[in-house]
T-cell receptor, first 114, second 111 residues
Framework: EPEVTQTPSHQVTQMGQEVILRCVPI?????FYWYRQILGQKVEFLVS????????KSEIFDDQFSVERPDGSNFTLKIRSTKLEDSAMYFC????????????FGPGTRLTVT | GEDVEQSLFLSVREGDSSVINCTYT??????LYWYKQEPGAGLQLLTY?????DMKQDQRLTVLLNKKDKHLSLRIADTQTGDSAIYFC???????????FGGGTRLMVKP
């Protein structure tokens, strides 16, 4: 069964460094998302992406964050200058088409900023 | 803004029914979802219900929606040890819109 994959599973970085989290959505899906979950808190929406554009973003998704679909398979989240409070589990999700209800989630990347 | 709340923990014996509850604040919520997360895995959609429905049944799962009270529940019949996981309630205004999640309920099933 097709699934969303994410790499790496765990990333440790120093404060102020740039980090890129990678996702491979399900191959024929058209809509892509990033969510995050800080330890002990709720899963929070960051951004949605369709047709090479951001469709919707939350207040969390400030200028330090960017997303890109550099080729036909990858979907990336970049954090330019990481802060301690960026430490979280980051989930990528994809959705097939406009009429689809289900967002398929990847297993997540745990980002630890030291 | 929207808020979704769940109790943190539920423990049941194998074979019993489990009922996981969720409340939400946004009366505009059109789609309500239940996701399951097993250790080391992503969020798996179990079922969803539209706001114009009261109930949806899917094998061992029954979802009840009380729109007046903004209350959603997930009943798992004949709970098995493999059902042990964290269950998240989520809502969205439209299909494909951002999901707003509850904090998750950890279900522990004792043999």
């Amino acid at each position: 069964e097709p699934e969303v994959t994410q790499t790496p599973s765990h990333q440790v970085t120093q404060m102020g460094q740039e980090v890129i989290l990678r996702c491979v959505p399900i191959s024929n899906h058209l809509y892509f998302y990033w969510y995050r979950q800080i330890l002990g808190q709720k899963v929070e929406f960051l951004v949605s992406f369709y047709n090479n554009e951001i469709s919707e973003k939350s207040e969390i998704f400030d200028d330090q964050f960017s997303v890109e679909r550099p080729d036909g398979s990858n979907f990336t989240l970049k954090i330019r200058s990481t802060k301690l409070e960026d430490s979280a589990m980051y989930f990528c999700a994809s959705r097939l088409r406009q009429s689809s209800y289900e967002q398929y989630f990847g297993p997540g990347t745990r980002l630890t900023v030291t | 803004g929207e808020d979704v709340e769940q109790s943190l923990f539920l423990s049941v014996r194998e074979g019993d029914s489990s009922v996981i509850n969720c409340t939400y604040t946004d009366s505009s919520s059109t789609y309500l979802y239940w996701y399951k997360q097993e250790p080391g895995a992503g969020l798996q959609l179990l079922t969803y219900i539209f706001s114009n429905m009261d109930m949806k049944q899917d094998q061992r799962l029954t979802v009840l929606l009380n729109k007046k009270d903004k209350h959603l529940s997930l009943r798992i019949a004949d709970t098995q040890t493999g059902d042990s996981a964290i269950y998240f309630c989520a809502e969205s205004l439209n299909a494909g819109n951002m999901l707003t999640f509850g904090g998750g309920t950890r279900l522990m099933v004792k043999p």
